[in-house]
């Protein structure tokens, strides 16, 4: 009975996590997917989520940044949660390499190819969708958004890399 009142949460929580991380990954491929007019069109449009979804593409770094942030935070967590699971029924030599094993097919398979194909594939009305959900992520985390964006572009310019790096792959065109 311990067993379960350990096991079974931390499996909801799994589940819950993963799917953090589809919707993050799905968010990405299907927002940086699509071309500036489009977003503009749906912007003119007059809805809130088109709107929505112009202002987050107006800056994509810091986009990517909101993105990258809850997604490596989320499969973070599903990392940890698992590898106590693991510990609880592997002997401590086999601990890592299952949690390893078992987090990366999980999180690959469901957390990042399957659902960046699902945002590749309804690019336009996943993006509309997800929009204002990614904005209050990117307000939830604030702080660390803000952190990591004039980290990673103070870095970038330190080593001599360019910090507008995404913009070339948001043309007109796609």
Known sequence: ?????VVLPSLVAVVV???????????????FS????????AAADGSADGRTLQ?????????LVTILVGNNVVNIAITSIVTLLVARFVPPGATVVVATVAVSVLVLVLGEIVPKSYG??????????????LSVVERLLAPLVFL???????LTA?????????????????
């Open 158 to 174: 330190l080593v001599g890399g360019d910090v507008h790096i995404e913009e070339p792959y948001l043309d007109d065109d796609g």
């Open 34 to 41: 699509l071309p500036d007019d489009w977003i503009r069109t």
């Open 120 to 133: 590749f594939g309804h690019a336009r009305s996943w993006s509309l969708r997800v929009a204002r959900p």
């Open 1 to 5: 009975m311990d067993s379960l009142v």
């Open 55 to 63: 202002r987050l593409r107006s800056d994509p770094h810091r986009l």
């Open 148 to 154: 990591f964006d004039a980290g990673t572009r103070r």
């Open 17 to 31: 996590l993963l799917a953090l991380s589809a919707f993050f990954s799905s968010s990405e491929s299907a927002i």
